[in-house]
């Protein structure tokens, strides 16, 4: 598990990504799905799953994933905001439309910490 700030590709996000894997649970027409979140921020995140077949669309579909170092599963309702499907993986770009306070609060809390850490890192890096 690792996480940086995100430097590669246009920015079309209105909140600076940091870098991410974690597993988690997305469901689609309350069919589970498998995926790995690559990057996450406040307002949204990246996913990459497998290619399926036949896999519906939906305008909102559910998240269930855990933040790394919390113990507290965070679910949330995400809209699809973009699709690429190749061959081997299927990325997925996702906006948060819905989660309980407390769960923004810990997402808020991680990303910005995530943040500090990463500046204080960059600011005063360590040689070995």
């Known amino acids: 598990m690792?996480?940086?700030s995100s430097q590669d590709g246009p920015n079309r996000r209105n909140d600076k990504r940091l870098r991410l894997q974690v597993y988690l649970n997305q469901y689609i027409k309350d069919r589970p799905y498998?995926?790995?979140a690559v990057d996450i921020s406040e307002s949204g995140l990246a996913i990459?799953?497998?290619t399926e077949p036949v896999v519906p669309h939906a305008p909102?579909?559910?998240l269930e994933l855990e933040l790394p170092?919390?113990?507290e599963l965070i679910w949330a309702a995400a809209e699809p905001r973009f699709d690429a499907v190749g061959r081997d993986?299927?990325?997925s770009g996702l906006r948060f439309r819905a989660m309980a306070r407390k769960h923004e609060r810990l997402l808020r809390d991680?990303?910005?910490e995530r943040r500090l850490r990463i500046a204080r890192l960059l600011r005063?890096?360590?040689y070995a």
């Open 2 to 4: 690792y996480d940086i």
């Open 124 to 126: 005063f890096p360590r």
């Open 89 to 91: 993986f299927h990325v």
């Open 60 to 62: 909102i579909i559910g």
């Open 110 to 112: 991680y990303v910005r």
């Open 69 to 71: 170092g919390t113990s």
């Open 34 to 36: 498998r995926a790995l």
């Open 48 to 50: 990459q799953k497998l």
